[in-house]
């Protein structure tokens, strides 16, 4: 059923700042695209189905730009450990495990079901090196209804054995022959992933250079996430002038039919940040992941004011929660502390901002995602807070704050994705 009415409260974001709000109104969704917010049917509509959620918030879908999938398994391990000391000891030695395929069909059935529950519509996703736990991972998420890119990591150097190409040639080929396996897949589709610049040979990042030049596929990976990494890249990559430099000489860093993610950017400098402004590169802002491994508080302020485009990211493992509810209470709460210890030139974030970075900010990188507007793809959760009682009464706005900072996904009654009803 493509093409139906759901009545609420609803709520979505004009801009940053500005949340439309829209008492007991009908959400008009037609072939999987909205066809816009009334107070009343129009008579046009007067056949389509009506989905009365009288006295319940309906919002966008929420929208995840930067999640680990085989990390799931071990969230909340070691997060005492900085984020190289982290890599060692739990993400890659856990990784590896993928090469076996019955243990990667438990672990991503796990996962798979526990996004499909969430608040998440939408998401992009690392996977491992491994082609078949990918493919095997693509194909839960396509079942799934939910709409995602998937890479399978390349990275050929400064790794353990057991989670380590040989060289750029068989990581090139291992991408090459993942991505002839995918073709079939329509809801989740296929993402270049070179880990890191640390991770990645400079005949690794040139081949996936020329490979995304050849097919149009997005990118993404790491960046300027902690400063012993960011000392790192230098070391390795001398004639680059910065680390999103190191990207962008290979062409993996957006441009012109090369849409990219680059994750964390919490050292970003001014002129890295202008580079991925020119290249209209987005950042997958991970409060949480950020202060698990130590790396330090992005200035998203500082993103938003120079016009950048920023979502948010759960970044599994590094981040325990996969509710970007959680992650938008987060981003409030860093910014908090970066304004009141680090810069208080700097405003933290405000509820409607961090709303807007998990919904129609993060969503821009698939489209028109992210809004009840014409044109956007109809992605919409129903929100039952009736088991958060109050003894007075609450706006809608009021209502949705509750559920954020208590990063309450199980305030999620039904899940829309492209008109879809996943529940």
Not at 117 to 145: D, I, K, N, Y
Not at 299 to 309: A, K
Request: glycine residues 8%; negative net charge.
């Amino acid at each position: 059923m493509n093409n139906f009415a759901l009545k609420g409260d609803i709520l979505f974001s004009r801009t940053p700042t500005e949340l439309a709000v829209f008492e007991r109104h009908y959400a008009v969704c037609i072939d999987g695209v909205c066809a816009g917010v009334f107070s009343e049917l129009p008579e046009r509509f007067a056949a389509i189905p009506v989905l009365d959620y009288t006295g319940k918030l309906i919002i966008p879908g929420l929208v995840d730009l930067h999640a680990h999938a085989p990390q799931y398994a071990f969230r909340a391990l070691d997060m005492d450990l900085e984020l190289l000391d982290w890599l060692d000891t739990q993400t890659f030695p856990q990784e590896a495990r993928y090469a076996d395929l019955g243990y990667a069909q438990t672990a991503y059935t796990i996962f798979a079901d526990a996004l499909r529950r969430s608040a998440t519509t939408r998401a992009v996703l690392f996977g491992t090196l491994h082609v078949p736990a990918t493919r095997l991972l693509m194909e839960l998420l396509e079942q799934s209804g939910l709409e995602t890119y998937v890479g399978k990591v390349n990275m050929n150097r400064n790794s353990p054995d057991c989670l380590c190409e040989s060289d750029a040639a068989t990581s090139l080929a291992a991408t090459r022959d993942w991505l002839d396996s995918c073709r079939s897949l329509t809801h989740c589709r296929p993402i270049l992933t070179p880990r890191f610049v640390p991770s990645c040979s400079d005949a690794l990042m040139q081949g996936l250079g020329d490979l995304q030049r050849e097919t149009g596929l997005p990118v993404q990976s790491h960046l300027s996430e902690n400063q012993g990494e960011i000392a790192w890249v230098r070391e390795l990559c001398p004639q680059s002038t910065s680390y999103g430099d190191a990207y962008d000489r290979f062409g993996l860093f957006g441009g012109d039919g090369c849409p990219t993610i680059m994750a964390h950017c919490v050292w970003s400098d001014a002129d890295e940040r202008a580079l991925m402004k020119r290249n209209g590169v987005f950042i997958a802002h991970c409060p949480q992941s950020n202060t698990n491994l130590s790396s330090g508080i992005a200035p998203v302020r500082t993103f938003l004011r120079e016009g950048l485009s920023v979502g948010l990211g759960s970044d599994i493992a590094g981040g325990v929660h996969l509710s970007i509810l959680r992650a938008m209470a987060d981003a409030v709460q860093v910014s908090k502390l970066r304004w009141r210890l680090c810069d208080q030139s700097l405003p933290p974030l405000t509820l409607p901002e961090a709303f807007f970075l998990g919904t129609r900010g993060g969503g821009a990188f698939f489209g028109k995602v992210g809004a009840f507007e014409p044109g956007y793809a109809f992605d919409a959760l129903v929100l039952d807070d009736a088991d958060l009682p109050c003894p007075f009464a609450l706006t809608p706005e009021q209502r949705l704050t509750r559920i954020i900072y208590l990063s309450d996904d199980h305030a999620v009654q039904h899940k829309f994705v492209d008109g879809r009803k996943l529940f």
